[in-house]
């Protein structure tokens, strides 16, 4: 532990830029620990696990230095998952905080990306990628996400899908026998919509027609889910990109924590750099 001088050419080689305090490993342990904790659990732990003391507003300011901790799928990307989370925000001197939504998407079942009202640059790092025909959309029924999939890849190479499971979360609103959710949830997973809508309109037990005016709006998202399953040609619910929203809500949304506006974006690349394993040591 000390100080220790080095030429450019070493500068180079190491990747070092001049007039650093901290080595890239101590770099990446400092982040490492601010992916996970608060920045002043942060300076606890560090000096703990380290011998080191690094302050919690060095640790702060690593992270709001950070810039393009996107990654790239390493082959054709053929599924693509959206779904939305909230951060609460700092507000103005004598007002209240507030929360605001983000967008955080999960290619291939392995890449997490989160954007902070910023829908444009989501969209713009999954098409960046090398989109596959077919490429397979999956999300919730919410417009927001259906907006965000409009605008990816070419609309002929696209199947949208409905998550299995947000839809089924809506059939059991229904207040229904349970022979008849059986029954509805069998003509649903063979993707017989139709045959759905028929059947509830003819049992018409409580709140059947909201439902019916649900699955008829989404209708064409609603697939063989039995078939996509079986045969193992994409994920039929967007459970891993909802865990990923959890996962950053565990960092994002520690006891007390208030954010500003202008640092949300690095806390959630750099979280989202965490789940990818691009800290790992």
């Known amino acids: 532990m000390g100080q220790l001088k080095i030429t450019a050419s070493q500068c180079n080689r190491l990747g070092v830029s001049s007039y650093t305090r901290h080595s890239p490993l101590l770099e990446k342990c400092c982040l490492l620990l601010s992916a996970n904790e608060s920045y002043q659990n942060a300076e606890e732990d560090m000096l703990l696990l380290m011998g080191f003391k690094v302050g ?7 992270v709001q230095k950070l ?5 790239d799928v390493k082959q054709g ?3 693509i998952s959206v779904d939305g989370g ?4 700092r507000g ?13 998407a999960r290619l291939q079942g392995i890449y997490y990306g989160a954007f902070f009202q910023d829908n444009q640059s989501l969209v713009d790092w999954i098409n960046s990628q090398e989109l596959t025909n077919p ?3 999956l999300g919730d029924g919410h417009d927001g996400i259906w907006n965000i999939m409009a605008e990816i890849g070419d609309k002929e190479n696209r199947i949208e899908i409905l998550d299995w499971y947000h839809l089924i979360e809506n059939l059991y609103k229904v207040e229904g026998k349970r022979y008849q959710f059986e029954q509805i949830k069998a003509y649903l997973w063979m993707g017989q919509t139709s045959e759905a809508i028929s059947y509830l309109r003819d049992q ?3 709140g059947s027609n909201q439902f019916c005016n649900y699955l008829i709006k989404r209708k064409s998202r609603i697939i063989n889910y039995h078939y996509y399953s079986w045969q ?19 960092r994002v949304k520690i006891t007390g924590a208030q954010w500003k506006y202008e640092t949300v974006n690095n806390i959630l690349q750099l979280r989202c750099a965490y789940l990818n394993g691009q800290l790992a040591i």
């Open 135 to 137: 490429l397979y959309c």
């Open 204 to 206: 018409n037990p409580v």
């Open 56 to 62: 919690h507003s060095t640790h702060h300011r690593k």
């Open 67 to 71: 810039d393009n901790l996107l990654p």
């Open 92 to 104: 103005k001197k004598g007002q209240k905080s507030y929360w605001k939504d983000y967008k955080t």
């Open 232 to 250: 193992k040609i994409c994920s039929i619910g967007s459970g891993a990109v909802e865990s990923a929203v959890k996962q950053i809500a565990h």
């Open 77 to 79: 990307c053929s599924e």
């Open 86 to 89: 909230k951060i609460r925000l």
